[in-house]
């Protein structure tokens, strides 16, 4: 019998970005220039605060395209037990008469 090999293109991967940030992070970028554009009336600091936010959505897409996703659900998971970092509990046995 032969064995059935099913291509797998990179393409199908790789996570959906605008000019290189992932699309909820850009999203974030952009609507918090808009609010600061409109609370502090400044182009100059909506400008900024997009261009700040775009930097860091960058880097954390660079650094793993599903960084938004695991912080999002990491306040839903809870710690999990690590076998290692198990310390014993001293107990005495009672003596019957």
Request: aromatic share 14%.
């Amino acid at each position: 019998m032969q064995r059935r090999l099913n291509p797998v293109y990179r393409s199908l991967n790789s996570p959906l970005t605008l000019m290189g940030a992932e699309r909820k992070l850009f999203f974030f970028a952009m609507v918090m220039g808009a609010t600061v554009f409109n609370l502090l009336h400044t182009f100059l600091g909506g400008l900024l605060m997009f261009a700040l936010l775009y930097c860091f959505a960058r880097w954390a897409t660079k650094t793993d395209s599903q960084i938004l996703h695991f912080l999002l659900n990491s306040a839903k998971t809870r710690a999990q037990y690590d076998p290692m970092k198990f310390s014993p509990i001293p107990a005495r046995g009672i003596r019957h008469a």
